[in-house]
């Protein structure tokens, strides 16, 4: 048996928006490709990003991403607005399901996540979510304390 196999590559995650799933109940994911620029990609593989503020929007039937922050690259002649809206790039019948989640009242779209497919294509996995309430976010600090808790005691 040879140990030069070559192990499949792995993606690589630049940005996770770890507050959405405590501000938002997640009812189903979607990975989208994003449309960038040249110095863009090269920002995202050194890490300068922030997906916090992100949000996706439906707007003449095309998926936008807006506010992510991209910040700019250092040797390039170009300068592309960092918090300019995005295109999404998915397929009609996915974005036209979007749409009819996202038309319900108090559903929206949030990105989880920013990462590099094993192919090297920008990716973003969106979630169909809807806002939690104060209640909502009590409610879950107190599962996630007995938790912790728990597994301290075993």
């Known amino acids: 048996m040879s140990q030069n196999k070559k192990e499949a590559p792995k993606e ?4 996770t928006n770890r507050r959405a799933r405590f501000d938002y109940e997640i009812i189903e994911t979607v990975e989208a490709g994003l449309e960038l620029a040249g110095s863009e990609v090269k920002s995202l593989r050194l890490g300068k990003t ?3 503020n ?3 929007s439906i707007e003449d039937g095309q998926l936008w991403l807006c506010q992510l922050h991209i910040g700019e690259y ?3 002649p170009y ?4 918090d300019r809206r995005r295109r999404l790039l998915v397929r009609r019948i996915e974005l036209d399901r979007l749409a009819g989640r996202v038309s319900r009242k ?3 779209l949030v990105p989880l996540r920013l990462y590099f497919s094993p192919r090297g294509w920008a990716k973003v996995e969106l979630a169909v979510a809807k806002g939690k309430t104060a209640g909502d976010r009590r409610e879950t600090i107190k599962k996630r304390e007995a938790e912790r808790e728990a ?4």
């Open 74 to 76: 250092q040797s390039s």
């Open 12 to 15: 690589r995650i630049v940005a």
């Open 106 to 108: 108090g559903m929206t």
């Open 79 to 82: 300068s592309l607005a960092p």
């Open 54 to 56: 992100a949000y996706a």
């Open 50 to 52: 922030d997906i916090k």
């Open 151 to 154: 597994r301290s005691y075993r």
